[in-house]
């Protein structure tokens, strides 16, 4: 392998059109050594200028690096460029847009950068003032009735990660066509260092973050308060804004994990700064027994997410998404004041949700993966989830999911259950002996080559099975809509579809037993048809990979 021409000459015209000095010369020297030969140089070479970094429904996501695939200033002054032209031909020239950010490396850098490409392109810039979770920049898209609101942040990727996250004036996350739009609109920019840019943004005080607190302080539907609570925001920008809303809602000031409390781009104390990877709330539940918790928090590093922690019959573990999305969903359906309310949850979770709005009266809806299409799920929606720990319970003020707010109704369910002499585990046994067990697992294919997956989708489809675990079932295919099978049957359901952000192939497991006499046999009953249902989708999806 050696260094053509051509990759040479795209470098090269990057480095000249890049706008920062830093990154310049980063990219300048993996040049120098791809011209030397270096086999590893080459290879770095072709990587960084194999892209640019694709836009889609969820913005950018990359490593912090020079180069078109990656994140860096340049890369975000091209990508607001597209997105002020996208919002200029749908008539939103010259609109309020408002630009946050979180702690990750060069997030400070980029929000800055984004924000002087609007001002420069007519718009009415706001910044929010200083890093604060994503759930704030939603709100903010709809208290100011903005056009448009940019989120930098990486959420819960890896350390080295950063991201762009574009929300629209629905004050939700775009749907296409509008990736696809904005995808064109940012390859027709010019150069980074030819885009226009100025100072002046207005940098918001503490009106919108406080606005954001009371609304949120409005949630609880009851008035107990006592609960003694440990969280950990993960070193990412969490801690002070739940901090904030647990005071404001009425609670005691949470224990936060002391490692874990400050913003650190470098997240030294978790292999990846996620609550649902093993280890990464170790800490937290380490706190928890300790202090004689009531309930364990954690917040993802942009605090869209939160998990929850428990102590049941064996000890302290983390609750899984779909429990913690059954619990708030029961709790707010409830105590809800709306005449005709809607839940929704998406192809991939948990079904138990229908059962619980059925039991209510109200109305339940699923739909694909992504909070994108759960926040646009229908009118009188007052909850959504989804199984990765994604919660909205507050969707008439932030069309996303917000970990912060999910944090403080799950204080008001477990201080209202606590004044009551019970508990969150007591509540799951209590609804699995209502509506039946449901359990659910995952199981993920991870490929070296991504034609691997569509060869696989395409074999699935041209020969489906006719049975899993014994068990009957029925495919149902959702394309065009979507690169989804279901295969449904007696008591039994399991979702194909590829990964939208890694190599892999995702199949989403559920099975249901009623529970005729004692839970503990209903549960037995299922895990073991779960496990039989696993090691059947495993070998489905090892053959001919």
Request: glycine fraction near 10%; proline fraction near 6%.
């Amino acid at each position: 392998m050696s260094l053509t021409a051509e990759l040479r000459d795209r470098a090269f015209r990057w480095i000249a059109d890049d706008v920062d000095p830093d990154s310049r010369a980063e990219l300048q020297q993996v040049l120098a050594r791809a011209m030397s030969q270096d086999p590893a140089a080459l290879a770095e070479l072709e990587d960084r200028m194999g892209g640019p970094l694709e836009f889609g429904t969820a913005g950018l996501r990359g490593p912090v690096r020079a180069g078109p695939n990656g994140m860096n200033t340049a890369v975000v002054v091209r990508t607001t460029a597209g997105v002020a032209a996208w919002l200029a031909s749908r008539g939103k020239a010259g609109g309020v847009v408002v630009v946050g950010r979180d702690a990750r490396h060069g997030s400070a850098e980029f929000a800055t950068a984004a924000a002087e490409v609007l001002t420069a392109a007519g718009f009415d810039t706001r910044v929010l003032p200083g890093p604060l979770p994503t759930p704030v920049l939603a709100f903010a898209v709809r208290e100011l009735s903005a056009v448009a609101g940019i989120q930098i942040t990486a959420s819960h990727n890896p350390p080295a990660d950063n991201g762009y996250k574009l929300y629209d004036d629905t004050g939700a996350q775009i749907v296409p066509p509008a990736d696809s739009l904005i995808e064109k609109a940012i390859a027709a920019a010019p150069g980074a260092v030819s885009v226009p840019r100025a100072p002046g943004a207005t940098v918001l005080g503490d009106k919108v973050v406080d606005g954001y607190l009371a609304r949120v302080a409005a949630l609880p539907r009851g008035t107990a308060r006592e609960l003694r609570v440990v969280a950990t925001a993960l070193h990412g920008v969490g801690a002070e804004t739940l901090a904030a809303a647990l005071r404001a809602a009425g609670f005691a000031e949470p224990e936060l994990v002391a490692a874990q409390r400050e913003p650190d781009p470098d997240f030294p104390t978790v292999a990846f700064p996620n609550p649902e990877e093993p280890g990464a709330t170790d800490l937290l539940l380490e706190l928890a027994e300790k202090s004689g918790a009531d309930l364990a928090v954690a917040l993802d590093p942009d605090a869209d997410r939160c998990a929850l922690g428990v102590r049941d019959r064996d000890g302290w573990r983390m609750l899984r998404g779909d429990e913690t999305g059954v619990l708030l969903g029961e709790h707010i359906l409830s105590t809800v004041d709306s005449a005709d309310p809607l839940v929704a949850t998406t192809i991939v979770s948990s079904s138990m949700l229908g059962e619980i709005a059925a039991a209510h009266g109200a109305r339940y809806t699923e739909t694909l993966t992504g909070f994108k299409w759960l926040a646009r799920a229908g009118e009188g929606l007052v909850f959504a989830y989804e199984e990765a720990l994604g919660l909205c319970v507050n969707p008439d003020f932030v069309r996303d999911k917000d970990g912060i707010a999910a944090a403080v109704l799950a204080c008001d369910l477990a201080a209202t259950l606590k004044e009551r002499g019970g508990s969150l585990p007591a509540s799951l046994d209590e609804l699995a002996v209502r509506h039946g067990v449901h359990l659910t697992d995952q199981v993920s294919l991870r490929v070296s080559e991504l034609g691997t997956i569509g060869r696989l989708m395409s074999r699935l489809r041209a020969e489906p099975p006719a049975e899993l675990a014994g068990t009957a079932v029925t495919v149902t295919d959702l394309l065009p809509e979507a690169d989804v099978l279901r295969l449904t049957g007696d008591g039994l359901r399991v979702v194909v579809r590829p990964s939208g952000t890694e190599p892999k192939l995702k199949a989403y497991l559920q099975v249901t037993e009623p529970v005729a006499a004692e839970l503990a046999d209903a549960r037995q009953r299922a895990a073991g048809r779960l496990a039989g249902l696993r090691g059947a989708v495993e070998a489905l999806l090892k053959e001919d990979t």
